[in-house]
Every structure is written in C-alpha cells, then in structure tokens.
C-alpha cells in the first residue's frame, strides 16, 4: 500500500512562490502533481519520469511551476512562482507509469494552495 503525504501548502498573494512537497512510502516510474480548485474537477498539472529528465506540464501552469524528484529521499517538489489566484486549489501527489494525466492516480490527503489579489 503506497502512502504518499503532501505538504507546502499556505496563502499567498498573486506573484507569489510556493514549493510544495511530496513523501513517499515508494517512488514509482512517474510522479506527478494533479490539483482541483472548488467546484472543479481533477486537473493534472506536471509529470516527471523517474530519471528526472523528461517533464510534462500544463499549458496553464507551463513557465511558471517546476517539477522535481529526489529518488534517494523518495520525495517530490513542486515549486509554483508567479502564483495567479487562478491556481487557488487542493493539490495532489499523483504515482503512475507514464508521461500522461490517464496513466496517473492522485492519492494522499492534498494540501491547499491559496492565491489572494
């Protein structure tokens, strides 16, 4: 049974940074960030395969989020900069075994991100 356990979350105002963290009981191939703001449904925001040179984003969030893994440490980042309150959500750890949404399962309790103007 695979744990994974986010973390980072808070409030910011727009243009903001946050980075967020990810734990995890093991890695597996791809790791990934999917994120739901209210009333909306799952969006998956950024992908990484497992050596950390292929990455996948969202045209939404594309140049302003950057994904990254520690394979020793079995943890993964998410550094959000220039924060829109458009990016106000719930975020999720996601694990799966390809660059692609469809090949993803979020798991873990999420952590909220909240954008003020």
């Known amino acids: 049974h695979v744990q994974l356990v986010e973390s980072g979350g808070g409030s910011v105002r727009a243009g903001g940074s946050l980075t967020l963290y990810c734990e995890a009981s093991r890695f597996f191939a791809c790791m990934g960030w999917f994120r739901q703001a209210p009333g909306k449904g799952l969006e998956c925001v950024s992908i990484i395969n497992s050596g950390g040179n292929a990455r996948w984003y969202a045209d939404s969030v594309k140049g302003r989020f950057t994904i990254s893994r520690d394979n020793t440490k079995s943890t993964l980042y998410l550094q959000l900069n220039s924060l829109q309150t458009e990016d106000t959500a719930m975020y999720y750890c996601?694990?799966?075994?390809?660059?692609?949404?469809?090949?993803?399962?979020?798991r873990g309790p999420g952590t909220q991100v909240t954008v003020s103007s």
């Open positions: 996601a694990k799966g075994n390809a660059l692609m949404g469809a090949a993803m399962t979020p």
